[in-house]
């Protein structure tokens, strides 16, 4: 069965750094996400993203954020000087397409921890 | 404000035994209705999707109801099994926003 995969698993930067998060999306899919959880937190939706530009994005989703999609297969998520409250589970999600019934797909996640 | 509310946040049953989760929203204007099962340190799972029109939805051993009117929803898990214990959460959608349930922790113990 087809599966939203993440890379790295677990990703330790210091503060200030810059990372990029790597998301494969199901091949057929149109429509990518980001969300982000806290530890111990609700679920937060960061941004979607659609035919290579952002569709819709949070108040979280500053321009510390960056998404790209940039060779067809891989969906980045870039932060660039990485803040302490950045520490996060950060999820990929893919759908064939947006609203309604759609369903989303979510990657197992990639674990930032800043220090 | 859009805010979706949960309960309980813990609830621990025996294994076989059936229980009811809560949803509560105030998204408007509503398009959906999400439940995902998430297992601890992986991503969410879909258990069901419903809109406006749908009052009741099952997947297995889940069900969910929507009420519309009162903006109330509930996930109903019949006959639990070790493999049931994880986060449930209730997502809303309205057209341009997406609120997650802070989610209940199950606990199945055999």
């Known amino acids: 069965e087809p599966e939203v995969t993440q890379t790295p698993s677990h990703q330790v930067t210091q503060m200030g750094q810059e990372v990029i998060l790597r998301c494969v999306p199901i091949s057929n899919h149109l429509y990518f996400y980001w969300y982000r959880q806290i530890l111990g937190q609700k679920v937060e939706f960061l941004v979607s993203?659609?035919?290579?530009?952002?569709?819709?994005k949070s108040e979280i989703f500053d321009d510390q954020f960056s998404v790209e999609r940039p060779d067809g297969s891989n969906f980045t998520l870039k932060i660039r000087s990485t803040k302490l409250e950045d520490s996060a589970m950060y999820f990929c999600?893919?759908?064939?397409?947006?609203?309604?019934?759609?369903?989303?797909?979510f990657g197992p996640g990639t674990r930032l921890t800043v220090t | 404000k859009n805010q979706v509310e949960q309960s309980p946040q813990s609830l621990i049953i025996l294994e076989g035994k059936n229980c009811t989760l809560q949803c509560n929203y105030t998204v408007s204007p509503f398009s959906n209705l999400r439940w995902y099962k998430q297992d601890t340190g992986r991503g969410p799972v879909s258990l069901t999707i419903m809109t406006f029109s749908e009052n009741t939805k099952s997947n297995g051993r889940y069900t969910a109801t929507l009420d519309a009117d009162t903006k109330q929803s509930s996930l109903h898990i019949t006959a639990s099994q070790l493999s049931d214990s994880a986060s449930y959460i209730c997502?809303?959608?309205?057209?341009?926003?997406?609120?997650f349930g802070a989610g209940t922790r199950l606990t199945v113990k055999p």
């Open positions: 999600a893919s759908s064939e397409r947006a609203g309604g019934t759609y369903e989303q797909y």
């Open positions: 997502v809303v959608s309205a057209v341009n926003d997406m609120r």
């Open positions: 993203f659609y035919n290579n530009e952002i569709s819709e």
